[in-house]
């Protein structure tokens, strides 16, 4: 039998999410956004906030592979997010060659995984190289321009649409650009130049495929002005998401998103259309943490890939894709080398078994609230399912510490908690109360029905 716990603010007995945010508006409980946002989220072919529907990974791969995508697949990821090259798949103007994506969205389908295609980089069909400065080194080099004139910009929109109509009801999510605020626009960014290529691409697209998913500008963290102008442009009117890449350095924790996305709502929300035909969410389109020297320990790179799936849930981001699937190479004081879930070899690194944790311990669930802590560091989220089973997860951004929880008279002797290994534990109730430990890497609680929450 499980335990009846009493959690205050209370949670309403009711299996549907919508009568327990009513439960919890009225006994003034803290509600995570996340349930303002769940009902909108239906526009396009954008998963709703439900694990682990919008859990994504990227990859670096379009032939064979199959051995990652079957570790891909049981981790229980259901994005990959991927290039999908101009340069490599129009060789001869007006010729186009789908076939290496053809292969690896089938490869996908088979598995139950969703395509997240880039339209990326340019053609040296349409654009010259020009000089640039390397941002590491300062060295002046020679790079192939982005589509900038107005010969490069129809010739990129034309192929994306022609790439859109291919794909077809492929359930395929189709993002304009990567990074344009940063040293991937050459031959340097230029907000203006990009929002031209993203309208005309965003505006074909929609005409070949009016139903297709199409996310933009897909930036470098949060550039203010370079967001700002971008949404002022009245792309808003054909894009179904609003994708950025929230990356921070390893002391800002996942959580610390939650401000930026905020703030970027209110910039959406003002610049949306007058008459919206659909609500336009925010899309964690690429952010991860690397274990290398300097970075964070293999056990904090698994604790906030974890994170920040849930913290990213909360704030109503319905689809979070983890940089990377795989390191880049084997050298430990290598950034770039130390992003992946697995080593080159495909070993699983601690972030691995956290993920497949995370997607087979909650799979089904949403989040329903967050628990009202005493401190704010502490998160304790609540999470039902369609059958009315609640879990909770929680962890905390302090030190490590217990939190208690009140019981209603049950039978039940212990609680089963579930580590981020996946490996159970149990916790004995004394006089009614259980205490869970909390540190920084999310812990599962099996609590059973809502009927078991007052």
Not at 159 to 179: L, P, T, Y
Not at 215 to 224: C, H, N
Not at 241 to 264: C, N
């Amino acid at each position: 039998m499980l335990p009846r716990l009493e959690i205050t603010p209370a949670i309403s007995q009711s299996t549907t999410i919508v009568r327990a945010l009513a439960a919890l508006v009225q006994t003034g409980g803290w509600l995570t956004g996340a349930l303002f946002y769940a009902s909108a989220i239906n526009a396009a072919e954008i998963p709703d906030l439900v694990l682990p529907a919008g859990v994504g990974v990227n990859i670096h791969f379009t032939r064979g592979h199959e051995r990652d995508l079957d570790l891909i697949a049981a981790a229980g990821f259901k994005f990959i997010r991927m290039d999908f090259s101009w340069g490599a798949t129009e060789q001869n103007k007006g010729s186009y060659d789908w076939s290496e994506y053809d292969e690896l969205t089938a490869n996908l389908e088979r598995r139950g995984i969703r395509a997240y295609y880039i339209f990326d980089y340019s053609s040296p069909l349409y654009e010259e190289t020009a000089a640039s400065k390397n941002p590491i080194s300062g060295h002046e080099e020679k790079a192939l321009a982005s589509p900038q004139h107005p010969a490069s910009v129809e010739a990129f929109a034309r192929w994306a649409a022609a790439a859109a109509k291919h794909f077809h009801g492929r359930h395929v999510v189709w993002e304009i650009w990567n990074e344009p605020n940063i040293f991937f626009w050459q031959p340097k960014p230029d907000v203006n130049q990009y929002t031209a290529l993203a309208l005309a691409t965003a505006k074909a697209v929609r005409a070949a495929d009016p139903p297709a998913t199409i996310f933009a500008p897909a930036t470098s963290e949060f550039p203010w002005p370079f967001l700002e102008s971008f949404l002022k442009s009245g792309a808003l009117e054909f894009l179904d998401g609003v994708s950025v890449h929230p990356y921070r350095p390893p002391s800002r924790p996942p959580e610390t998103a939650a401000e930026d996305f905020q703030k970027l709502r209110g910039l959406i929300a003002t610049n949306a259309p007058s008459q919206p035909k659909k609500s336009i969410p925010i899309i964690s389109g690429e952010w991860g943490y690397s274990s290398n020297a300097k970075g964070v320990s293999l056990e904090n790179q698994a604790a906030f890939l974890v994170r920040q799936q849930l913290s990213n849930l909360l704030n109503g981001v319905p689809i979070s894709i983890w940089y990377d699937w795989k390191n880049d190479g084997d050298d430990p004081n290598e950034n770039e080398h130390n992003f992946g879930t697995v080593s080159p070899s495909l070993e699983p690194k601690p972030a691995y078994t956290a993920v497949k944790t995370l997607t087979h311990e909650l799979g089904g669930f949403r989040i329903a609230g967050r628990y009202h802590a005493v401190s704010q560091d502490d998160f304790v989220l609540i999470l039902t399912n369609a059958p009315g089973e609640t879990k909770l997860a929680a962890w905390t951004l302090g030190q490590p510490h217990p939190i208690t929880f009140h019981l209603k008279p049950s039978t039940a002797k212990e609680i089963i908690l579930v580590n981020g290994a996946s490996q159970e534990s149990k916790e004995v109730i004394n006089n009614n109360q259980f205490a869970l430990p909390l540190d920084g890497t999310p812990r599962y609680v099996r609590l059973g029905h809502p009927e078991n929450l007052r």
